[in-house]
């Protein structure tokens, strides 16, 4: 499921209808991931989460799925190039949440 979901990213589409498609899947890979206790794909599954749920526009669902996503790499290592994208991507989520609730 991994391999589809990492094409629909690269396909970048914009259609809803796809989009939807996709936060379901990667919902479901995270419900299967979590079931079975394979931890070592949840960060990689949180980030699908997060890129189609910010393709969705729904930045307050994007913004849970990256603070999954940056507990999981703070247990690994603080200074990962994957932790810093995910902190970047938080400080965005709380901007762009901001101004829309002004």
Same mark, same amino acid.
């Given at each position: &499921?991994? #391999?589809?979901? #990492?094409?629909?990213?690269?396909?970048?589409?914009?259609? =809803? @209808?796809?989009?939807?498609?996709?936060?379901?899947?990667?919902? @479901?890979?995270?419900?299967?991931? %979590?079931? %079975?206790?394979? *931890?070592?794909?949840?960060?990689?599954?949180? /980030?699908?989460?997060?890129?189609? /749920?910010?393709? @969705?526009?729904?930045?307050?669902?994007?913004?849970?799925?990256? &603070? @999954?996503?940056?507990?999981? /790499? %703070?247990?690994?290592?603080?200074?990962?190039?994957?932790?810093?994208? =995910?902190?970047?991507? *938080?400080? %965005?989520?709380?901007?762009?949440?901001? *101004?829309?609730?002004?």
């Amino acid at each position: &499921m991994f #391999d589809l979901l #990492d094409q629909r990213v690269a396909a970048g589409s914009t259609k =809803a @209808k796809t989009i939807q498609g996709s936060i379901n899947k990667a919902l @479901k890979l995270i419900e299967l991931l %979590e079931k %079975e206790g394979l *931890s070592d794909y949840f960060a990689r599954a949180y /980030h699908l989460a997060v890129t189609f /749920h910010l393709r @969705k526009g729904d930045l307050q669902a994007a913004k849970e799925w990256i &603070m @999954k996503e940056l507990k999981i /790499h %703070e247990l690994a290592s603080f200074d990962s190039p994957e932790i810093i994208a =995910a902190l970047e991507i *938080s400080d %965005e989520l709380d901007i762009a949440i901001k *101004s829309l609730q002004t």
